[in-house]
């Protein structure tokens, strides 16, 4: 199932609603060959920049063969061949991959459906202990140009009450993503789940 209010943009204007250098500045890169995983990947505007910085394999997942096409050839012009790329609807089967294997996923702007839980529990099975979920989102407290209906947008409060019970922890690390994002990070706190 497609999240509801997920489509995208023309690209170049997409991309000119982020500061993404500072965006990817923010996600502190946990070494230099971090597995990273992206959920709904989009123009690949996040995932190819990471690729680039990262020497790591890098996993990404959309719902859209034309979004994939397109971060496909973006990173193709990026020179960057550590990039997985898969068409598959994450939020029916999950990503696939092993438990344990990852240490960075992103949910970037996405989290704005009912069942946010069921991205964040995939999230939560795939990291290895220390690993990162970093989400970003639409503000609320300014007028922004996109973005999904303000009522569903995720805030922390409502990711919080998604991830009860889940063996992610929040350490206090959300900051404001200047002009119009925000974004929190969580810990996968559990030993190996294996
Ligand atoms: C709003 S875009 C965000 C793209 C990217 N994360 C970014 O921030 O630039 C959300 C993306 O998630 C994809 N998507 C929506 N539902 C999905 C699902 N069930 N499984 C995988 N991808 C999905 C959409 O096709 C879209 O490309």
């Known amino acids: 199932m497609k999240v509801e209010n997920s489509g995208m943009p023309e690209e170049s ?76 609807d994450v939020l029916e089967r999950g990503t696939g991959l092993e438990s344990d294997s990852i240490d960075m996923v992103l949910l970037f702007n996405i989290l704005h459906l009912r069942e946010k839980r069921i991205f964040l529990e995939e999230a939560a099975r795939i990291l290895k202990h220390g690993g990162t979920v970093a989400i970003i989102h639409w503000r609320k407290d300014v007028a922004t140009p996109r973005g999904p209906a303000v009522n569903t947008r995720p805030d922390q409060e409502r990711i919080l009450n998604a991830i009860d019970g889940l063996t992610l922890d929040y350490r206090g690390t959300s900051k404001i993503l200047e002009p119009y994002h925000w974004g929190m990070q969580l810990i996968q706190k559990a030993d190996s789940k294996l």
Do not use: H, Q
Request: with cysteine; hydrophobic share 45%; aromatic share 12%.
């Open 13 to 88: 204007y997409w991309n000119s609603l982020f500061n993404i250098d500072s965006i990817i500045e923010w996600l502190a890169l946990p070494k230099e060959a971090a597995t990273i995983v992206e959920i709904g990947c989009g123009y690949g505007t996040f995932t190819v920049p990471l690729a680039v910085r990262s020497a790591g394999d890098i996993y990404t997942f959309d719902i859209e063969p034309s979004m994939l096409e397109v971060a496909k050839s973006n990173a193709r012009k990026a020179g960057v061949s550590n990039i997985n790329f898969a068409l598959r």
